[in-house]
């Protein structure tokens, strides 16, 4: 089974303060995913990388970066948390060059900054 | 701009009854059309698909029309059961080579009472 893990199902940070989200998958898949869920807006991506050490923005990148290092693990981070980025974090993987992509999902990291 | 309208965002059908949840879209450009299943607590997961070329396919119970001219495509779950109980997602996705990202509609969340 296809297993992605991430690091914390809940997190309470201070407003201002670095947040790590930490992502690893086990099937050696090439794509990462970092979405935020939001009732009434679904699921909406914040960046996404192909490959190691390589990013890319997704719809609502404002105020988060990330960071592949290794193919496994990608890595959100929220440079100052703020209130607005309360949120259920979700992590995902696909396998490259397989279509239909099938992205397979953590099982989210609910964050609230107070 | 939202490039996946889902509706309704949520719905009480009968146990035994029809489950229809839809969804527009206006990129022409999406070739593949996914349905992800979420239960309280988990991650979204696949459940059914669809591509453009053909206008239904059926999996069990769980089944996507798909209609290209009106850019419309929807979920009809037959003999709803509680354990349908869950939120849904539809999304769609370009092809790109094996680096397609998944844009999700806003989410259903589907109660199926006794």
């Known amino acids: 089974d296809v297993k992605v893990t991430q690091s914390s199902r809940y997190l309470v940070k201070r407003t201002g303060e670095k947040v790590f989200l930490e992502c690893v998958q086990d099937?050696?898949?090439?794509?990462m995913f970092w979405y935020r869920q939001d009732p009434g807006l679904g699921l909406r991506l914040i960046y996404f990388?192909?490959?190691?050490?390589?990013?890319e923005k997704g719809d609502i990148p404002e105020g988060y970066s990330v960071s592949r290092e290794k193919k496994e693990r990608f890595s959100l981070i929220l440079e100052s948390a703020s209130t607005n980025q309360t949120s259920m974090y979700l992590c995902?993987?696909?396998?490259?060059?397989?279509?239909?992509?099938?992205?397979?999902f953590g099982q989210g990291t609910r964050l609230t900054v107070v | 701009q939202q490039q996946v309208k889902q509706s309704p965002q949520s719905l009480i059908v009968q146990k035994g009854g029809i489950s229809i949840i839809n969804c527009a879209y206006e990129?022409?450009?999406?070739?593949?059309f996914p349905w992800y299943q979420q239960f309280p607590g988990k991650g979204p997961a696949l459940l059914i698909a669809?591509?453009?070329?053909?206008s239904e396919k059926k999996e069990g119970r769980f089944t996507i029309s798909f209609n290209k001219s009106a850019k419309q495509f929807s979920l009809h779950i037959m003999d709803s059961q509680p354990g349908d109980s869950a939120t849904y997602f539809c999304a769609a996705s370009e092809s790109n080579f094996g680096n397609e990202k998944l844009t999700f509609g806003t989410g259903t969340r589907l109660t199926i009472i006794p």
């Open positions: 995902a993987s696909s396998r490259q060059r397989i279509a239909p992509v099938e992205a397979f």
């Open positions: 669809i591509r453009p070329d053909v």
């Open positions: 099937m050696d898949h090439e794509n």
């Open positions: 990388s192909y490959d190691v050490k390589m990013k």
């Open positions: 990129n022409t450009a999406f070739d593949y």
